[in-house]
């Protein structure tokens, strides 16, 4: 029920649902043109993710590989790429945050 006793319009609901998947797919489209950084070792490696968490790019300084010890190497990768992927979370909840928490309580709607 809509406050003041009356029953929701459903043309406008299903317009405000419209509205708000297309804004949705809208700030999705956006997030995977968006990328984020992420580093380890003092930015002896780098990791590059665009906002859905998806692995675009990584660098490695010189500096961080030693031949004797991949093992570290290794943290320091998955320290970047999980330092990145933090990144785009905080990227998804600022971009579509809004959007999910307006879908919230939509009848029929899988948020």
Do not use: Y
Request: hydrophobic letters at 40%; aromatic letters at 0%.
């Amino acid at each position: 029920m809509i406050p003041g006793g009356g029953q929701p319009n459903m043309q406008q609901l299903l317009q405000q649902a419209q509205k708000m998947q297309q804004d949705l797919a809208q700030a999705q489209s956006e997030l995977a043109d968006t990328e984020v950084d992420g580093q380890a070792g003092g930015g002896l490696v780098k990791a590059t993710v665009n906002g859905s968490g998806e692995l675009r790019g990584l660098t490695i300084d010189p500096k961080a590989v030693d031949p004797g010890d991949t093992e570290t190497l290794a943290d320091l990768v998955i320290a970047a790429v999980q330092a990145a992927n933090e990144n785009a979370q905080a990227l998804q909840r600022e971009k579509l945050g809004p959007l999910a928490q307006g879908l919230d309580g939509m009848p029929g709607l899988p948020f």
